[in-house]
C-alpha cells in the first residue's frame, strides 16, 4: 500500500513532518535539529525545481493536481495544485525557506523549537500557494500567521513583544476581514463549494451581481492588503522584518508579503472580476502612496534593517501597480517581481543577520568600512541593493521595466511616479551602502568574520537564482504567462 | 559574421567573470585575462572594419527575443554598422591603452584583481551601448555603465571623498535616466501609430519617424518632446549643465579609469546616444535648437571654471566638460559627422592627456600643478607626448583635434553665429588653460621640495615604467595623424539627417589665431612671469570666486538635497511614526483597550445586578414583539 501522495503534497507536508519529527528529537542534539531541518526544506526545494523545470507550458493551467474529497456536505476538498504562477511563487518559497534554515545555523537558543516553529511557518506558506480549495487556503494562511509570534517574539531582537503582537493582530484582523470577503463570495454563489477550480469557471458562468462585487471586494483587497502590505495598513511589516531574526526576516519579507498580492491575484481578481474593475483604480493610486512614500520613509530611517523594510512595502508598490493595470504585461511583471523581490530581500536580510549577530547594532551609521573587514558579505549586500535599485542583469530590473510598460499607457501619473521610485530607491540604498561598508573601518569592527564556506552556499544559491533570471527572463516568464490568459479572461 | 558582434561584446565580459571566478588571487592571470578579453574585442572590431568598406557595406544586425509577452515583444540586439565599428574601434583601441598602462599605475595596489574585473566589465558595458540595436538594450548597458562607474569611480572607497564621488556619479546618471526611460516609453507608444507593432529597434525606427512625420501622423512638437526626454539620458551620461556635477567629482578614481571614462566611454556615450538615435532629433527641430543650445552654453561654461583649477585632473575634467559640450552643440546644429569625428578625435587626446596627468602624478605623488614644475625635462616622454595632446586639444593644425575643431566651426559659422561665437570663445579659453597648466607644470623649475625628491621615492622624480610610457607613445599616433584617417569619410550617408559644410578657410584661420593666442598668453603669463598689475588682479579675484567656486551649483544642489528631499523624507518619516502609527494604529489598540476597561464595568459579579439586565433585555425583546404584532 503506497502513500497516495503527489508532488505537491509532498512539498507542503515535508516540512511539517519534519516539525513532527523535531519534536521527538531529545533536548540538546541541536546537529540533529539541524540535519533534519535542512533535509525537510531541502526536499520541497527539489520538488519545486522539478515542478518549475517539468512545468507543461504548451497545456499549462493548473497541474500536478492532487484532490481528496474531505466534507462534501459543505463542498470542502483537499486540493493542490500549481499553475504557471504558483509554481514560480512556490519555487520562490522553497528558494527562501531552505536557504532560511542554513542561515539560521547561527541560531544558538532553544534550537530545537525554534526550527519547529520555522518549520510549520514553511509548511504554512507553501500550503497557501499550493491549495485550490479556500477552505484549506484560508487554513494554510492561519497556520502561516501563527508561527510568526512566538519566532519574533523569542527569538528576536529589540522590540520584539511590541512588533510580534502588532504584527500578530494586523495580520488577524486582514485575516478576518478577508474571511468575511470569503463567506459572503461562498454563500452569493450558491455553488456549494470551496473548490477554487469549480468557483472559478462557476463564476464565470453565473457572475455575481456587479453591485455586490464592488461591495465584497475591498473586504478582499484590503484583508489580504494588510499582508501586502498596502499603505496605510503597512506598518505592522517594517517593524516586523526589524524585530525578527534574520531567517524569519528573510521569510517574512521575501515570501510572507507576498501572499498578501499572491491572494488578491488569485481570489479577488479571479472571483470578483467586477469588482476589480471597480476598484483597481484606486489600487493604482495607493500603489503610489506605497512606492513613494514608502521609499521617502525609507530614507529617514537609520536602522538597516528599518530601511529595507520600508522599501519592501515600496517595492509591493510595484506589484500592486502591476496588478491594477489588468493586461497580460503588468500582471507578469507584478509576479516575477514577487519572485525578484523576494530573493533579492532574503538576500539582503541574510547579509545584515550575519553583521548583526556580530556587532549586535543595527544602526547603518555604526557599521562603517565593513568592505574592507567582510569583503563577501559585503559584496552579496552591495549587489542586493544594486538590485534593488534596478540594476540590468537581477530580476528586479527586469520585473519593474514590464511594470513600467504595462501601466504607461493604462495609469500615466501613476507610471511616472513609479519610475521616479526607481531614483528614490538608489538614494537611500546608495546611502546605506555608503555608510555601512565604504570610508574607513570602524576600528570597532577589527574582529569581524566573513562568511565560511559553507555559510556561503545559501548567498550563493539566491545570487543565483536572482541572476539567471535577470539574465534570461524568458526562464519564469514563459511559465508565468500561460497563468495570466485565464486570469485576463475573467476580467474582460 | 553573425557571431562577430556577439564575440567582441562579451569577451570582455567572459574576462570579467574568469577573473571574479578563478583569478582573485593572481595579478598575472588577471592581468592577461583582462588584456586578453579586450584584444579579442580589438581584433573583432579590426575584423568587422575589414567588411565595412566599399560601396555597399555590410550591416550586421543579430537579435534574440529577451521578453515575449503579449503586447510587449523586446528584444536583445546588437547592430554592427558603420558608427558602432568605429565606436568599438575607439573604446577598444583606447581601452586597450588604458589597460596597459594600468598593469603600471596599479602595481602595487592591493585590491589589483578587482580593477581589473571592474575594467573589464566597464569595457563590456560600454561596448553594449556601442552595439545595441535598439533602446532597451542600450537601456541595459547604460545602466550597467552607471554601475561599473560606480565601482570605479569608487574603487578606493576606504576614502570618504572617493565613495561619495561614486555614490554622487550614480545617483546623478540616475535622475538622468528617469528623463531617458520616459523618453524610451513615449517612443515606444509612437512607434506603434497608424497601425504598426510597436518597436523600440533603432533600424526601424529610423524608417519609421520620417514617415510618420511626413505622413502627418505626429507633430514634430509631440516627437521634440520623445527627443527632449532622450536627452536627458545624455545630460547625465555626457555630463551637460546641470547635470555635469558628478564629473569632476568622479576624478576619485584612479586615474587610468579617469582616462577611460573621460575619453573614450561613458561620456562619450550620451553622444553616441543622439548620434545613433540621429532620425529623431533630426525631425524634431525644437529638440535640436535645444540640444545645441545646451551644448555651446556647457562647453563655455566648463572652459571658464578649467581656468582657475589647480588639480591637474580637475582642469582635464573640465577641459573633457568643454569639448562634450561642443559635440552636443556640433549634434544639434546638424552636424552629424563633426560631432562624431570631435568624439573619435577628442576619445585619443584625452586619453593621451589622461595617462600623462597620471604619469605625472605618479612621479610627484601630488594633482596640484603648482606642486609640478619642469616635469617636461624629468620625464621627457611624459612631457612631450603631453604637449602633443594639449596642441591636439588646442587645434594646433595639422594635429587631429584641428580637423574635427575645424569642423564643428564650421558647421556653426554656417548654421548659428552666436554658437559659432561661444565655440570660439570657447577654443580660446582652452587654449589658455592648457597653455596655462603646460606651463606650471611642465616648464619652468621644479617646485618639488629638494629634501622630499631626495628622500621620496626612489629617489627624486622620473620617468614612469614602461607599461605606461608604451600606452602614451602608441596614443600619439592618431592624436598626430586622426585628420588623415578618413573619419569624417567613413561616416557619410551613416544616418538619417545632418548636414555637411566644407572646409572654410576663414574660420580655420581665426580658430588658429585664437588658439595661438591663448596658449602665447597663458605661456607669458605663468612661464615668462608677465603677470599683470596688483591692481588688475585685485579685479581679477572678483571675477574668479563665482569660477573657482564653480558657480555655487554644487551648493545649490547640496542645499536641495539637504532642505527639501532630506526634511520631505525626515517629515515623512515622523508622519509614518506618530500618524500612522502613534495615532492610527496605537490609536486603534487605545480605543479596543478603552473600551474594554468601561464594559468591564458591567462585570459586576453581583446577581442582583445581572437580574436587573435580564429584566431590561426581557422588556425590551417583549415591547419589540409587540410592536410587530401590532
Given at each position: 500500500m503506497g502513500i497516495p501522495m503527489g508532488p505537491v503534497s509532498a512539498l507542503v507536508l515535508s516540512p511539517i513532518i519534519g516539525a513532527i519529527l523535531l519534536m521527538m528529537v531529545p533536548q540538546g542534539r541541536d546537529k540533529w535539529v539541524r540535519w533534519i531541518a535542512t533535509a525537510f526544506t531541502a526536499v520541497p526545494l527539489l520538488i519545486a525545481l522539478h515542478c518549475v523545470y517539468h512545468y507543461d507550458k504548451v497545456l499549462g493551467g493548473y497541474q500536478c493536481l492532487e484532490k481528496i474529497s474531505w466534507i462534501p456536505t459543505l463542498g470542502i476538498n483537499y486540493q493542490v495544485g500549481l499553475d504557471g504562477i504558483s509554481v514560480v511563487l512556490v519555487l520562490l518559497h522553497s528558494l527562501c525557506s531552505f536557504t532560511g534554515v542554513l542561515v539560521s545555523y547561527r541560531v544558538q537558543k532553544r534550537v530545537k523549537e525554534y526550527y519547529i516553529f520555522y518549520l510549520l511557518l514553511i509548511g504554512g506558506v507553501a500550503g497557501v500557494f499550493a491549495s485550490l480549495d479556500l477552505f484549506f487556503f484560508y487554513l494554510f494562511y492561519e497556520m502561516a500567521v501563527i508561527p510568526m509570534f512566538p519566532l519574533i517574539g523569542i527569538?528576536?531582537?529589540?522590540?520584539k513583544e511590541y512588533a510580534t503582537m502588532k504584527l500578530t493582530l494586523y495580520l488577524t484582523a486582514g485575516a478576518v476581514l478577508a474571511l468575511i470577503g470569503l463567506s459572503i463570495v461562498y454563500l452569493a454563489s450558491g455553488a456549494q463549494s470551496f473548490d477554487l477550480i469549480f468557483l472559478e469557471r462557476y463564476l464565470m458562468q453565473n457572475p455575481l451581481p456587479t453591485q455586490l462585487q464592488v461591495w465584497v471586494f475591498p473586504f478582499l483587497l484590503f484583508g489580504f492588503g494588510v499582508i501586502a502590505p498596502m499603505w496605510p495598513l503597512h506598518s505592522w511589516s517594517p517593524l516586523g522584518h526589524a524585530s525578527a531574526p534574520s531567517a524569519v526576516s528573510m521569510l517574512h519579507a521575501g515570501v510572507l508579503m507576498k501572499l498578501g498580492s499572491y491572494a488578491i491575484l488569485r481570489i479577488a481578481m479571479q472571483l470578483l472580476p467586477a469588482g476589480a474593475q471597480f476598484w483597481m483604480p484606486w489600487v493604482a493610486i495607493i500603489a503610489i502612496m506605497n512606492i513613494l512614500y514608502g521609499g521617502f520613509v525609507a530614507m529617514a530611517q537609520k536602522d538597516i534593517k528599518f530601511t529595507i523594510g520600508y522599501s519592501s512595502s515600496s517595492h509591493m508598490g510595484y506589484v500592486l501597480l502591476g496588478l491594477a493595470c489588468m493586461n497580460p504585461v503588468g500582471l507578469n511583471g507584478a509576479v516575477l517581481l514577487m519572485f525578484a523581490h523576494g530573493i533579492m530581500t532574503a538576500l539582503a536580510f541574510a547579509a545584515i543577520g550575519h553583521i548583526y549577530d556580530q556587532t549586535h547594532t543595527r544602526i547603518t551609521a555604526e557599521w562603517g568600512g565593513l568592505a574592507r573587514q567582510i569583503p563577501f558579505v559585503s559584496t552579496l549586500f552591495i549587489m542586493a541593493a544594486m538590485a534593488s535599485s534596478g540594476l540590468p542583469g537581477f530580476a528586479n530590473f527586469v520585473s519593474e521595466l514590464l511594470i513600467f510598460f504595462a501601466s504607461w499607457n493604462v495609469y500615466r501619473w501613476s507610471a511616472l511616479a513609479a519610475i521616479f521610485g526607481i531614483v528614490t530607491t538608489a538614494f537611500y540604498m546608495l546611502r546605506t551602502v555608503r555608510t555601512a561598508f565604504f570610508g574607513p573601518l570602524n576600528p570597532k569592527w577589527a574582529e569581524l568574520k566573513d562568511a565560511t564556506n559553507f555559510e556561503k552556499i545559501p548567498y550563493l544559491i539566491l545570487l543565483a537564482a536572482l541572476m539567471i533570471v535577470g539574465i534570461w527572463p524568458r526562464s519564469l516568464l514563459e511559465i508565468i504567462s500561460t497563468a495570466t490568459p485565464n486570469i485576463l479572461a475573467h476580467l474582460k | 559574421m553573425v557571431a562577430l558582434p556577439w564575440i567582441l561584446l562579451f569577451a570582455p565580459l567572459l574576462a570579467c567573470v574568469a577573473i571574479v571566478l578563478g583569478a582573485r588571487k593572481s595579478k598575472p592571470a588577471s592581468t592577461a585575462l583582462a588584456i586578453g578579453g579586450l584584444v579579442v574585442s580589438f581584433v573583432c572590431a579590426l575584423q568587422a572594419l575589414m567588411h565595412a568598406g566599399g560601396e555597399h557595406p555590410q550591416i550586421i544586425q543579430s537579435s534574440l527575443n529577451w521578453i515575449n509577452l503579449p503586447g510587449l515583444l523586446l528584444e536583445f540586439g546588437l547592430l554592427l554598422d558603420k558608427p558602432a565599428i568605429l565606436m568599438s574601434l575607439v573604446v577598444t583601441g583606447v581601452g586597450l591603452m588604458v589597460f596597459i598602462y594600468s598593469t603600471g599605475y596599479m602595481k602595487e595596489d592591493r585590491s589589483y584583481t578587482r580593477y581589473f574585473a571592474c575594467l573589464s566589465l566597464f569595457a563590456f558595458s560600454m561596448l553594449g551601448i556601442v552595439l545595441s540595436n535598439n533602446f532597451v538594450s542600450l537601456f541595459i548597458f547604460w545602466e550597467l555603465v552607471g554601475a561599473s562607474s560606480y565601482l570605479l569611480i569608487g574603487?578606493?572607497?576606504?576614502?570618504p571623498s572617493a565613495a561619495a564621488a561614486g555614490k554622487k556619479a550614480f545617483l546623478v546618471n540616475r535622475i538622468a535616466d528617469f528623463g531617458f526611460l520616459l523618453g524610451i516609453l513615449t517612443l515606444w507608444n509612437i512607434s506603434g501609430l497608424g497601425g504598426h507593432e510597436k518597436t523600440l529597434n533603432f533600424v526601424e525606427l529610423a524608417h519609421r519617424i520620417p514617415e510618420f512625420v511626413h505622413g502627418g501622423l505626429i507633430s514634430s512638437a509631440t516627437l521634440s518632446v520623445a527627443a527632449a526626454l532622450v536627452f536627458c539620458g545624455v545630460l547625465g551620461k555626457s555630463a551637460q549643465f546641470p547635470l555635469h556635477v558628478w564629473l569632476p567629482d568622479a576624478?576619485?578614481?584612479?586615474t587610468p579609469v579617469s582616462a577611460l571614462i573621460h575619453a573614450a566611454t561613458m561620456v562619450a556615450a550620451g553622444v553616441y546616444l543622439i548620434a545613433r538615435t540621429y532620425f529623431l532629433f533630426w525631425e524634431a527641430p525644437q529638440a535640436l535648437i535645444m540640444v545645441a543650445w545646451i551644448g555651446g552654453f556647457t562647453a563655455l561654461f566648463a572652459a571658464s571654471m578649467a581656468l582657475v583649477e589647480n588639480d591637474i585632473k580637475r582642469i582635464l575634467a573640465f577641459s573633457t566638460l568643454s569639448q562634450l559640450g561642443y559635440m552636443v552643440m556640433a549634434l544639434g546644429l546638424g552636424g552629424y559627422t563633426a560631432g562624431i569625428y570631435h568624439l573619435t578625435t577628442h576619445a585619443f587626446f584625452k586619453a593621451l592627456l589622461f595617462l600623462g596627468a597620471g604619469s605625472a602624478i605618479h612621479a610627484v605623488h601630488s594633482n596640484d600643478i603648482w606642486k609640478m614644475g619642469g616635469l617636461l625635462k624629468k620625464m621627457p616622454i611624459t612631457g612631450w607626448t603631453f604637449l602633443l595632446a594639449t596642441l591636439a586639444l588646442c587645434g594646433i593644425f595639422p594635429l587631429s583635434g584641428f580637423w574635427s575643431k575645424d569642423e564643428i566651426l564650421a558647421v556653426a559659422f554656417h548654421q548659428n553665429k552666436i554658437l559659432y561665437l561661444v565655440g570660439t570663445l570657447t577654443a580660446g579659453l582652452t587654449a589658455f588653460y592648457m597653455g596655462r597648466l603646460f606651463s606650471i607644470a611642465f616648464l619652468g623649475e621644479s617646485r618639488v621640495h629638494h629634501h622630499e625628491e631626495s628622500h621620496g621615492h626612489h629617489g627624486g622624480i622620473h620617468e614612469s615604467p614602461w607599461a605606461m610610457t608604451i600606452p602614451l607613445m602608441l596614443l600619439t599616433i592618431p592624436t598626430i595623424f586622426g585628420g588623415f584617417m578618413g573619419f569624417p569619410e567613413f561616416l557619410h550617408h551613416t544616418t538619417h539627417g545632418g548636414i555637411h559644410v566644407e572646409f572654410n578657410m576663414t574660420v580655420a584661420i581665426i580658430s588658429s589665431i585664437v588658439a595661438i593666442g591663448g596658449l602665447a598668453l597663458a605661456f607669458m603669463i605663468y612661464s615668462k612671469g608677465m603677470q599683470p598689475s596688483a591692481a588688475a588682479q585685485k579685479k581679477l579675484t572678483w571675477l574668479a570666486t563665482p569660477l573657482t567656486r564653480k558657480y555655487w551649483i554644487d551648493e545649490i544642489y547640496r542645499y536641495l538635497n539637504q532642505n527639501v528631499q532630506q526634511q520631505g523624507a525626515v517629515f515623512l518619516g515622523l508622519f509614518e511614526k506618530y500618524v500612522i502609527m502613534g495615532l492610527f494604529a496605537n490609536g486603534m489598540a487605545k480605543i479596543t483597550g478603552v473600551t474594554g476597561l468601561v464594559l468591564r464595568r458591567i462585570q459586576t459579579g453581583r446577581v442582583q445586578s445581572y437580574a436587573f439586565m435580564v429584566w431590561i433585555g426581557f422588556a425590551a425583546i417583549f415591547l419589540w414583539v409587540f410592536r410587530w404584532v401590532q
Amino acid at each position: 500500500m503506497g502513500i497516495p501522495m503527489g508532488p505537491v503534497s509532498a512539498l507542503v507536508l515535508s516540512p511539517i513532518i519534519g516539525a513532527i519529527l523535531l519534536m521527538m528529537v531529545p533536548q540538546g542534539r541541536d546537529k540533529w535539529v539541524r540535519w533534519i531541518a535542512t533535509a525537510f526544506t531541502a526536499v520541497p526545494l527539489l520538488i519545486a525545481l522539478h515542478c518549475v523545470y517539468h512545468y507543461d507550458k504548451v497545456l499549462g493551467g493548473y497541474q500536478c493536481l492532487e484532490k481528496i474529497s474531505w466534507i462534501p456536505t459543505l463542498g470542502i476538498n483537499y486540493q493542490v495544485g500549481l499553475d504557471g504562477i504558483s509554481v514560480v511563487l512556490v519555487l520562490l518559497h522553497s528558494l527562501c525557506s531552505f536557504t532560511g534554515v542554513l542561515v539560521s545555523y547561527r541560531v544558538q537558543k532553544r534550537v530545537k523549537e525554534y526550527y519547529i516553529f520555522y518549520l510549520l511557518l514553511i509548511g504554512g506558506v507553501a500550503g497557501v500557494f499550493a491549495s485550490l480549495d479556500l477552505f484549506f487556503f484560508y487554513l494554510f494562511y492561519e497556520m502561516a500567521v501563527i508561527p510568526m509570534f512566538p519566532l519574533i517574539g523569542i527569538w528576536g531582537s529589540k522590540d520584539k513583544e511590541y512588533a510580534t503582537m502588532k504584527l500578530t493582530l494586523y495580520l488577524t484582523a486582514g485575516a478576518v476581514l478577508a474571511l468575511i470577503g470569503l463567506s459572503i463570495v461562498y454563500l452569493a454563489s450558491g455553488a456549494q463549494s470551496f473548490d477554487l477550480i469549480f468557483l472559478e469557471r462557476y463564476l464565470m458562468q453565473n457572475p455575481l451581481p456587479t453591485q455586490l462585487q464592488v461591495w465584497v471586494f475591498p473586504f478582499l483587497l484590503f484583508g489580504f492588503g494588510v499582508i501586502a502590505p498596502m499603505w496605510p495598513l503597512h506598518s505592522w511589516s517594517p517593524l516586523g522584518h526589524a524585530s525578527a531574526p534574520s531567517a524569519v526576516s528573510m521569510l517574512h519579507a521575501g515570501v510572507l508579503m507576498k501572499l498578501g498580492s499572491y491572494a488578491i491575484l488569485r481570489i479577488a481578481m479571479q472571483l470578483l472580476p467586477a469588482g476589480a474593475q471597480f476598484w483597481m483604480p484606486w489600487v493604482a493610486i495607493i500603489a503610489i502612496m506605497n512606492i513613494l512614500y514608502g521609499g521617502f520613509v525609507a530614507m529617514a530611517q537609520k536602522d538597516i534593517k528599518f530601511t529595507i523594510g520600508y522599501s519592501s512595502s515600496s517595492h509591493m508598490g510595484y506589484v500592486l501597480l502591476g496588478l491594477a493595470c489588468m493586461n497580460p504585461v503588468g500582471l507578469n511583471g507584478a509576479v516575477l517581481l514577487m519572485f525578484a523581490h523576494g530573493i533579492m530581500t532574503a538576500l539582503a536580510f541574510a547579509a545584515i543577520g550575519h553583521i548583526y549577530d556580530q556587532t549586535h547594532t543595527r544602526i547603518t551609521a555604526e557599521w562603517g568600512g565593513l568592505a574592507r573587514q567582510i569583503p563577501f558579505v559585503s559584496t552579496l549586500f552591495i549587489m542586493a541593493a544594486m538590485a534593488s535599485s534596478g540594476l540590468p542583469g537581477f530580476a528586479n530590473f527586469v520585473s519593474e521595466l514590464l511594470i513600467f510598460f504595462a501601466s504607461w499607457n493604462v495609469y500615466r501619473w501613476s507610471a511616472l511616479a513609479a519610475i521616479f521610485g526607481i531614483v528614490t530607491t538608489a538614494f537611500y540604498m546608495l546611502r546605506t551602502v555608503r555608510t555601512a561598508f565604504f570610508g574607513p573601518l570602524n576600528p570597532k569592527w577589527a574582529e569581524l568574520k566573513d562568511a565560511t564556506n559553507f555559510e556561503k552556499i545559501p548567498y550563493l544559491i539566491l545570487l543565483a537564482a536572482l541572476m539567471i533570471v535577470g539574465i534570461w527572463p524568458r526562464s519564469l516568464l514563459e511559465i508565468i504567462s500561460t497563468a495570466t490568459p485565464n486570469i485576463l479572461a475573467h476580467l474582460k | 559574421m553573425v557571431a562577430l558582434p556577439w564575440i567582441l561584446l562579451f569577451a570582455p565580459l567572459l574576462a570579467c567573470v574568469a577573473i571574479v571566478l578563478g583569478a582573485r588571487k593572481s595579478k598575472p592571470a588577471s592581468t592577461a585575462l583582462a588584456i586578453g578579453g579586450l584584444v579579442v574585442s580589438f581584433v573583432c572590431a579590426l575584423q568587422a572594419l575589414m567588411h565595412a568598406g566599399g560601396e555597399h557595406p555590410q550591416i550586421i544586425q543579430s537579435s534574440l527575443n529577451w521578453i515575449n509577452l503579449p503586447g510587449l515583444l523586446l528584444e536583445f540586439g546588437l547592430l554592427l554598422d558603420k558608427p558602432a565599428i568605429l565606436m568599438s574601434l575607439v573604446v577598444t583601441g583606447v581601452g586597450l591603452m588604458v589597460f596597459i598602462y594600468s598593469t603600471g599605475y596599479m602595481k602595487e595596489d592591493r585590491s589589483y584583481t578587482r580593477y581589473f574585473a571592474c575594467l573589464s566589465l566597464f569595457a563590456f558595458s560600454m561596448l553594449g551601448i556601442v552595439l545595441s540595436n535598439n533602446f532597451v538594450s542600450l537601456f541595459i548597458f547604460w545602466e550597467l555603465v552607471g554601475a561599473s562607474s560606480y565601482l570605479l569611480i569608487g574603487y578606493w572607497y576606504e576614502k570618504p571623498s572617493a565613495a561619495a564621488a561614486g555614490k554622487k556619479a550614480f545617483l546623478v546618471n540616475r535622475i538622468a535616466d528617469f528623463g531617458f526611460l520616459l523618453g524610451i516609453l513615449t517612443l515606444w507608444n509612437i512607434s506603434g501609430l497608424g497601425g504598426h507593432e510597436k518597436t523600440l529597434n533603432f533600424v526601424e525606427l529610423a524608417h519609421r519617424i520620417p514617415e510618420f512625420v511626413h505622413g502627418g501622423l505626429i507633430s514634430s512638437a509631440t516627437l521634440s518632446v520623445a527627443a527632449a526626454l532622450v536627452f536627458c539620458g545624455v545630460l547625465g551620461k555626457s555630463a551637460q549643465f546641470p547635470l555635469h556635477v558628478w564629473l569632476p567629482d568622479a576624478m576619485e578614481g584612479p586615474t587610468p579609469v579617469s582616462a577611460l571614462i573621460h575619453a573614450a566611454t561613458m561620456v562619450a556615450a550620451g553622444v553616441y546616444l543622439i548620434a545613433r538615435t540621429y532620425f529623431l532629433f533630426w525631425e524634431a527641430p525644437q529638440a535640436l535648437i535645444m540640444v545645441a543650445w545646451i551644448g555651446g552654453f556647457t562647453a563655455l561654461f566648463a572652459a571658464s571654471m578649467a581656468l582657475v583649477e589647480n588639480d591637474i585632473k580637475r582642469i582635464l575634467a573640465f577641459s573633457t566638460l568643454s569639448q562634450l559640450g561642443y559635440m552636443v552643440m556640433a549634434l544639434g546644429l546638424g552636424g552629424y559627422t563633426a560631432g562624431i569625428y570631435h568624439l573619435t578625435t577628442h576619445a585619443f587626446f584625452k586619453a593621451l592627456l589622461f595617462l600623462g596627468a597620471g604619469s605625472a602624478i605618479h612621479a610627484v605623488h601630488s594633482n596640484d600643478i603648482w606642486k609640478m614644475g619642469g616635469l617636461l625635462k624629468k620625464m621627457p616622454i611624459t612631457g612631450w607626448t603631453f604637449l602633443l595632446a594639449t596642441l591636439a586639444l588646442c587645434g594646433i593644425f595639422p594635429l587631429s583635434g584641428f580637423w574635427s575643431k575645424d569642423e564643428i566651426l564650421a558647421v556653426a559659422f554656417h548654421q548659428n553665429k552666436i554658437l559659432y561665437l561661444v565655440g570660439t570663445l570657447t577654443a580660446g579659453l582652452t587654449a589658455f588653460y592648457m597653455g596655462r597648466l603646460f606651463s606650471i607644470a611642465f616648464l619652468g623649475e621644479s617646485r618639488v621640495h629638494h629634501h622630499e625628491e631626495s628622500h621620496g621615492h626612489h629617489g627624486g622624480i622620473h620617468e614612469s615604467p614602461w607599461a605606461m610610457t608604451i600606452p602614451l607613445m602608441l596614443l600619439t599616433i592618431p592624436t598626430i595623424f586622426g585628420g588623415f584617417m578618413g573619419f569624417p569619410e567613413f561616416l557619410h550617408h551613416t544616418t538619417h539627417g545632418g548636414i555637411h559644410v566644407e572646409f572654410n578657410m576663414t574660420v580655420a584661420i581665426i580658430s588658429s589665431i585664437v588658439a595661438i593666442g591663448g596658449l602665447a598668453l597663458a605661456f607669458m603669463i605663468y612661464s615668462k612671469g608677465m603677470q599683470p598689475s596688483a591692481a588688475a588682479q585685485k579685479k581679477l579675484t572678483w571675477l574668479a570666486t563665482p569660477l573657482t567656486r564653480k558657480y555655487w551649483i554644487d551648493e545649490i544642489y547640496r542645499y536641495l538635497n539637504q532642505n527639501v528631499q532630506q526634511q520631505g523624507a525626515v517629515f515623512l518619516g515622523l508622519f509614518e511614526k506618530y500618524v500612522i502609527m502613534g495615532l492610527f494604529a496605537n490609536g486603534m489598540a487605545k480605543i479596543t483597550g478603552v473600551t474594554g476597561l468601561v464594559l468591564r464595568r458591567i462585570q459586576t459579579g453581583r446577581v442582583q445586578s445581572y437580574a436587573f439586565m435580564v429584566w431590561i433585555g426581557f422588556a425590551a425583546i417583549f415591547l419589540w414583539v409587540f410592536r410587530w404584532v401590532q
